[in-house]
């Protein structure tokens, strides 16, 4: 079956640092997104992405964030300057069609500020 | 608002007993979709079930079935037969015409041997 692929599983960066997370959406997907769960919190949503733009984002996904599909395959998420509370896990998701239709995870990758 | 209630944060079932989790969600929209999504230990975020707004029928997925209420907003997941591989947090989840896919809390089932 088709998945969505994460690397790295795991991320250990200092503060104030930039970090990009990877994701391999499934191939035939065209709607990409970020979701991040904060350890014992909800699962929130960040980012959507259709058509090499964004098409949705929240409150969460400030200036410090960015989105790209640099390759046709590959759907990064970069955080400029990280901060503690960016601690969390990222979980990439793709879709075949747009809402609401549902959507296949990744695996997520779980990011470590120290 | 869109929200997704879970008002279970803990559940426990015995071996090959049935358990029931409970989500009810608040919208004004008619077209929707609900999932249920299974994150184990590994935190790896799992679809297990997926009901569309529009259709009477209740998902079913081998052990795992819905009881989709639409009037009365509720959507729980029954799990017949339960193992010890379904010991997880469950997160119940609402998406409509939109791109921002809305969680529960999560309920986190322990199966007793």
Redesign the interface.
């Known amino acids: 079956e088709p998945e969505v692929t994460q690397t790295p599983s795991h991320q250990v960066t200092q503060m104030g640092q930039e970090v990009i997370l990877r994701c391999v959406p499934i191939s035939n997907h065209l709607y990409f997104y970020w979701y991040r769960q904060i350890l014992g919190q909800k699962v929130e949503f960040l980012v959507s992405f259709y058509n090499n733009e964004i098409s949705e984002k929240s409150e969460i996904f400030d200036d410090q964030f960015s989105v790209e599909r640099p390759d046709g395959s590959n759907f990064t998420l970069k955080i400029r300057s990280t901060k503690l509370e960016d601690s969390a896990m990222y979980f990439c998701a793709s879709s075949e069609a747009p809402p609401p239709y549902g959507y296949t995870f990744g695996s997520g990758t779980r990011l470590t500020v120290v | 608002a869109q929200t997704v209630t879970q008002s279970q944060p803990e559940m426990s079932v015995q071996e090959a007993e049935t358990v029931t989790l409970s989500c009810t969600y608040d919208t004004s929209e008619s077209?929707?979709?609900l999932?249920w999504?299974k994150q184990p230990p590994?935190?790896?975020?799992?679809?297990v079930i997926?009901q569309e707004?529009y259709k009477q029928q209740n998902a079913t997925e081998n052990r795992f079935s819905v009881n989709f209420q639409k009037a009365a907003k509720s959507f729980s997941l029954k799990i017949s037969d339960s193992q010890l591989g379904d010991a997880a947090m469950y997160?119940c989840?609402y998406?409509?015409?939109?791109?921002?896919?809305?969680?529960?809390?999560?309920t986190r089932l322990t199966v007793k041997p």
């Open positions: 077209d929707y979709y999932f999504y590994s935190r790896q975020m799992i679809l997926r707004a997160f989840a998406i409509a015409n939109n791109n921002d896919m809305r969680f529960g809390a999560g």
